[in-house]
């Protein structure tokens, strides 16, 4: 199994930055993918970004460019970064890390982005 914790997030104003970060834990061998998701108030569940254990990434049409990941293995976790720059209101979500275990999908708790003036 997967343990996942979230870090970051806040209140930004446009054209600001935040840094996400996501820790895993447990049995971090067998992880083949980790990204974030975010949901909007009365939006479905979207796909940020996506990065595989062999450093293929996929980043959403509205964030390539301004949003990057990043990984970090260290000892028995491996943490991922999503550095996300120039925001804009419509960033506004709650991010939720994830990672691929085999077919289990592991989920982080969720931290919420607000991009407000």
């Known amino acids: 199994q997967v343990q996942l914790v979230e870090s970051g997030g806040g209140l930004v104003q446009p054209g600001g930055s935040l840094r996400l970060s996501c820790a895993a834990s447990?049995?971090?061998?067998?992880?083949?993918?980790m990204g974030w998701y975010r949901q909007a108030p009365g939006k479905e569940r979207e796909l940020v970004v996506r990065?595989?254990?062999?450093?293929?990434?996929?980043?959403a049409t509205s964030v390539k460019d301004r949003f990057t990941i990043s990984r970090d293995n260290a000892g028995a976790k491996v943490t991922i970064y999503l550095q996300m720059n120039s925001l804009k209101p419509e960033d506004t979500a709650v991010y939720y890390c994830y990672a691929d275990w085999g077919k289990t999908r592991y989920w982080g708790q969720g931290t919420q982005v607000t991009v407000s003036s």
């Open positions: 447990g049995s971090i061998f067998s992880i083949s993918a």
């Open positions: 990065l595989t254990t062999g450093g293929n990434t996929y980043y």
